[in-house]
């Protein structure tokens, strides 16, 4: 079923194409809302977009993607579509994201880390059933972070000048 994110909702967003720039776009969105930067490890990113005044966010990819967070042992799975509602510490209504425990894909649908001091995540399923994993398994190291700690926001064009001939 193909995602449609409907023209009143797009007006509101900010939406971003490409790999290079919605990889950015997903570690300073995920960082802003302070959860981990790798925790939506997709590949070839097509679209990303942001209502700011709601939350939302999607993610649009060419292929389904799967991705393995060593630290803890688990295969995570990426639709080509996937969207939630992002507010502090906390990813709700998440859609296009599965994790494979024992031998079955369990759909995930909220993310959140309770006290950020604890430095712990909690990943729910349908059924309310859920399992926290260290937030350190899912950090990505960046060059920005090596050097400086913090890496920094996204650079945006704030202002732009006519050019005369």
Known sequence: MALVI???LRA????????EEGQERIS???????MPNGLL???DI????????SGFVWVKSKNKSEHKFEKIGRLVSYATEI?????????????????KELLLWVNLVEIYAGDPRAERITFKIIGGLSK?????????E????????????PKEIKEAIAVKE
């Open 6 to 8: 409907p023209e009143e």
């Open 12 to 19: 509101k967003a900010e939406v971003w194409y490409g790999d």
């Open 28 to 34: 300073f969105f995920l960082r802003e809302v302070d």
């Open 41 to 43: 490890s997709v590949k």
């Open 46 to 53: 097509i679209e990303c977009g942001h209502v700011k005044e």
């Open 83 to 99: 969207s939630a509602y992002v507010e502090k510490h906390k990813i709700r209504k998440l859609t296009g994201v599965k994790v």
């Open 132 to 140: 926290t994993f260290p937030a350190s398994a899912f950090v990505i």
């Open 142 to 153: 960046t060059k920005e972070i090596k050097e400086h700690g913090e890496a920094e926001k």
